[in-house]
């Protein structure tokens, strides 16, 4: 039973245009979002993060949209670069604990 | 600055022989998670601490598996009779008490042969 989905495992995207990573949810307690991103050999390091009472937070060249009735955030980057390429992966929590429910994550590659 | 460390970083073990995974947490973050990732998986949550409490496991951590935080600071995950499905990514990561982020360490990689 996959709470969080991201239907998408690869998405491939020229250097300075716009990447878009989608992500859905079934479980309509989740009230915080996140975005990780992860290299090989790495741990995943945080990227941004949205509460449920926003529909939209931005942070330099990462905007993360949350859309509560459809249950689905994106992460757009823009413009994306090289250094981009990564698994990314979207996680939800219910409140306090942030017990971190994730994705099976996006493969991101931004080709020069 | 020192972010989560784990050790060891790799381990390969036979069927049967028990493991133990060390996480050193960011020194003021008194949460504590464990996770597992399998290959083309995301994490899964384990198990967390709020200091050295043990406040929640999931149905994935069975009785093979036994998680502690003695004081509060590094923690301990161990397997014991290790089968070949425990053979994954396992990852530490911590938090502030109200912090909304996790920060994970590098992961240990367990291989069970």
């Known amino acids: 039973d996959q709470q969080v989905k991201q239907n998408s495992p690869s998405l491939s995207v020229q250097e300075g245009r716009i990447s878009i990573l989608n992500c859905d949810y079934t479980?309509?307690?989740?009230?915080?979002f996140l975005w990780y991103k992860k290299y090989p050999a790495e741990g995943p390091t945080f990227l941004i993060s949205?509460?449920?009472?926003?529909d939209k937070n931005e942070d330099g060249r990462f905007t993360v949209f949350l859309n509560k009735s459809a249950k689905h955030l994106s992460l757009h980057i823009v413009p994306s670069q090289p250094g981009d390429s990564a698994v990314y992966f979207c996680?939800?929590?219910?409140?306090?604990?942030?017990?971190?429910?994730f994705g099976s994550g996006t493969q991101l590659t931004v080709l020069p | 600055d020192t972010g989560v460390s784990q050790d060891p970083r790799h381990k390969i073990t036979k069927r049967g022989q028990n493991v133990t995974f060390r996480c050193d947490p960011i020194?003021?973050?008194?949460?504590l998670y464990w996770y597992r990732q399998t290959l083309g998986q995301g994490p899964e949550f384990l198990t967390y601490?709020?200091?050295?409490?043990?406040?929640?496991k999931s149905r994935l951590l069975s009785d093979r598996f036994s998680a502690e935080r003695p004081k509060g600071s590094f923690s301990t995950l161990e397997i014991q009779r290790t089968e070949q499905g425990d053979s994954a990514m396992y990852l530490c990561?911590?938090?502030?008490?109200?912090?909304?982020?996790?920060?994970f360490g590098e992961g240990s990689r367990l291989t069970v042969l």
């Open positions: 020194s003021e973050h008194n949460r």
């Open positions: 479980n309509s307690m989740f009230d915080y």
């Open positions: 996680a939800a929590s219910v409140g306090s604990a942030r017990q971190l429910t």
């Open positions: 949205i509460s449920s009472i926003k």
């Open positions: 601490f709020q200091n050295e409490a043990q406040l929640e």
């Open positions: 990561a911590s938090s502030e008490s109200q912090g909304a982020k996790l920060f």
